[in-house]
């Protein structure tokens, strides 16, 4: 064997040796990167997907990580105009002797949709209940999410895409707001399906031939909603009069309503709901 032969040789082992270093260097940092020390202690399902958060502290760096908190997914933070849906799964997750609770959750745009890819868990303690309260920035969310009057009626007054919300809420001045109506009569009037008829309430008002305008999905969906506001206006001129609907004081309205039609389904008629609780 020459000297040259032999120089190569070594050269080439040299190499092969660095390069296997290198490779068990990068795979002992990816584990070790993988490896949180979280284990899954308990894992817990509910029967509520209709609950609705938001971050606690939208300022601070809030991770959303995969199912066994090995990857982190996201920041929240960088979502801001998000709300979390959560699933009503959670489990219990042990680190160093100390257990916590962490949340199955999903994201739901600004615009509405529940459909995000941004899904994970993040600890429960980075989550506060209720949609995102900043509703200038918030369009077309469902009615479900809401927990109180005067978050729906905020939403109401803020959302771009409830204008004409707004305006036929003008037409029954003293009627109030009611979240429990608007989901008991899911959002539209009872008299849109085969049973009119709404648990709790009593004495409901019947506005058959104004319910379809609220329906971009079923009455002319590119009309505007100075268009479809003056249509319903008209309908309850001829059925009610302003001063029946003013001296409605005793009854409350359930409202729904979507500016968007792509985002509505079939079991979904926007409208109203006029009772008295029983």
């Known amino acids: 064997m020459t000297k040259k032969m032999f120089s190569l040789k070594k050269s080439q ?3 092969l040796i660095i390069s296997s270093l290198i490779v068990g260097y990068t795979t002992t940092m990816i584990n070790a990167k993988a490896d949180s020390g979280y284990t899954v202690v308990k894992r ?7 609950v609705a958060y938001h971050l606690a502290n939208n300022s601070k760096n809030t991770y959303l990580w995969n199912g066994i908190h090995t990857k982190a997914k996201a920041n929240l933070r960088k979502y801001k105009n998000y709300s979390w849906r959560y699933y009503g799964k ?4 042990s680190h160093n002797s100390k257990k916590s609770l962490y949340y199955y959750i999903q994201g739901i745009t600004p615009n509405g949709n529940e459909a995000s890819k941004i899904r994970g868990i993040v600890w429960h303690s980075y989550l506060t209940p209720g949609i995102n309260p900043n509703y200038k920035q918030l369009n077309n969310i469902y009615y479900r999410y809401f927990n109180t009057d005067s978050e729906y009626l905020h939403y109401v007054q803020k959302s771009p895409s409830q204008k004409l919300t707004r305006e036929v809420l003008k037409l029954f001045p003293n009627t109030h707001l009611s979240i429990q109506l608007t989901k008991a009569a899911d959002g539209a009037s009872p008299w849109a399906w085969a049973s009119p008829g709404v648990d709790g309430y009593k004495n409901i008002l019947e506005f058959p031939t104004v319910q379809k ?5 079923f009455y002319k969906p590119n009309i505007s909603d100075n ?3 003056k249509l319903i206006k008209a309908g309850l001129d001829k059925s009610y009069s302003q001063t029946k609907r003013n001296a409605l004081t005793q009854y409350q309205i359930g409202i729904y309503y979507y500016n968007n039609p792509h985002r509505l389904i079939d079991d979904e008629a926007p409208g109203f709901t006029i009772a008295i609780p029983e």
């Open 213 to 217: 305008y609220f329906n971009k999905r």
């Open 13 to 15: 082992m040299f190499a």
């Open 90 to 93: 959670s489990l219990i997750l």
């Open 44 to 50: 817990m399902t509910g029967n509520n997907a209709n």
């Open 227 to 229: 268009t479809r506001f």
